[in-house]
C-alpha cells in the first residue's frame, strides 16, 4: 500500500512540475522594444535597464530598435503585443503624452493599450541664447522679444516636440512673437545655434553642454519644478515668473501592453526600481543631466494620468499650431 501511494505521489509530482515551469516568469527572453534610433540618449538609458534587468530576471533583456512616425511606430508594435511579459517597451515621454494631441489616426490608446511599470527618470529642457545676443534671463528675453515682435527666432529639434511647445507656451504665456524654426535633431539646431543662424533655442543638457562650457552659448532657465543638479545656477521658468512649465521636462518609462498579468508588472516594476535607484545607475544617468525617479507601477501611472491631464489644458490653450 504505501509502495502504491508513493508511486502515485511520483505521478503526481512529475505532472505537476511542468505546469509550474510555464507558470514561472520569466522563463525565456524578453524583448524590449525602443522606438528610436540606436545610439541615442534613449538606446543608451534603456540598455542600462536592460542590462539591470537580465541580471536580476535571470533571462536575457534583448534590445530591439524600432524608429519611425516621431516615436509611435515601436510604441504601437507593444501596444499591440502579447500581454505575456515578453515584449516590453522603453520609450521617452513623446509618443506617450504629447502623440495624442499631436498625431493623426494614432494607432494606439495610451490609457487602454499600454501600462506603467516603471517612471525611470526625467531631464529638464533648456532654454539656450547664443551668447552674442545680449540677453541674460528670461525677463530679458521677453524685452528683446517686445522690443522687436516677429524677429528673434528660436529652434527646436522639430514640429510637435517638446521643444516646439514651450517656445510656443511661452510666447503665449508671456504676450510675445518668436519666430519658430524647427530641425531634424538637436545636433543641427544646436549647430544653428551656435552658427547664429538662430537667436534662441530648445533642447536638452547634455548636446548644447560642450559649446556652454566654451561659452558659446548661455542657458537662460530650465523646465521642471526645481534647478537641475547639472546646471545649478540656472533658474527655473517659474523662479523668473512664467509658470506652467513644469510638463516640458520629457523622462523616460518602462511600459508593458495592456492585459499584462499584474504578478508580472510588478515583479517587474519592482526590479526596474531596484536597478534606477542604484547608485551605478544613478551615476550613468546623470551623464545626461537625467534625474533618476524610480517610480513603482502604481506611482507611474498616477504621474501619467496627472502629465496628460496637464497637456491637454497646454494643447487647448496653442489651438493653431502645425503639427506636419
Known amino acids: 500500500m504505501n509502495r502504491r501511494l508513493l508511486m502515485l505521489l511520483a505521478v503526481a509530482l512529475g505532472a505537476a512540475a511542468p505546469a509550474h515551469a510555464q507558470s514561472a516568469y520569466p522563463n525565456k527572453p524578453i524583448r524590449l522594444i525602443i522606438p528610436a534610433s540606436a545610439g541615442g ?8 535597464v536592460a542590462e539591470g534587468l537580465t541580471k536580476s ?20 508594435q507593444v501596444a499591440k503585443a502579447e500581454p505575456d511579459g515578453y515584449t516590453l517597451l522603453f520609450t521617452t515621454s513623446t509618443p506617450i503624452v504629447m502623440a495624442p494631441f499631436t498625431r493623426k489616426n494614432l494607432p494606439y490608446d495610451v490609457k487602454k493599450d499600454l501600462i506603467a511599470v516603471s517612471h525611470v527618470g526625467t531631464t529638464p529642457l533648456v532654454l539656450y541664447a547664443n ?3 545680449p540677453v541674460k534671463s528670461v525677463k530679458e528675453l521677453i524685452a528683446a522679444a517686445k522690443a522687436k515682435p516677429g524677429e528673434l527666432s528660436y529652434g527646436s529639434y522639430g514640429n510637435g516636440s517638446s521643444a516646439h511647445l514651450l517656445g510656443e507656451y511661452l510666447s503665449k504665456q508671456t504676450g510675445i512673437k518668436l519666430i519658430h524654426v524647427p530641425y531634424a535633431g538637436v545636433s543641427p539646431q544646436i549647430t544653428a545655434l551656435v552658427g547664429g543662424q538662430i537667436q534662441f533655442a530648445v533642447a536638452d543638457i547634455g548636446v548644447p553642454a560642450p559649446f556652454v562650457k566654451d561659452g558659446k552659448l548661455r542657458p537662460l532657465a530650465v523646465t521642471g519644478s526645481q534647478r537641475s543638479a547639472s546646471l545649478p545656477e540656472v533658474p527655473t521658468f517659474a ?3 512664467v509658470a506652467g512649465m513644469e510638463p516640458f521636462s520629457p523622462w523616460w518609462g518602462l511600459f508593458a501592453p495592456a492585459g499584462t498579468p499584474k504578478a508580472i508588472v510588478d515583479k517587474l516594476s519592482s526590479e526596474t526600481v531596484k536597478i534606477v535607484k542604484s547608485t551605478q545607475f544613478k551615476a550613468r544617468f546623470a551623464v545626461f543631466g537625467a534625474d533618476a525617479t524610480g517610480l513603482d507601477s502604481t506611482a507611474s ?16 490653450a496653442l ?5 506636419d
Open 41 to 48: 540618449p534613449s538606446d543608451v538609458v534603456a540598455r542600462l
Open 57 to 76: 530576471l535571470g533571462q536575457p533583456v534583448v534590445v530591439e530598435n524600432k524608429p519611425g512616425a516621431a516615436q509611435t511606430l515601436g510604441t504601437a
Open 131 to 133: 551668447s552674442a545676443v
Open 239 to 241: 523662479e523668473q515668473g
Open 301 to 316: 501611472t498616477a504621474a501619467l494620468n496627472d502629465e496628460l491631464s496637464r497637456w491637454t489644458k497646454i494643447f487647448a
Open 319 to 323: 489651438p493653431n499650431i502645425n503639427f
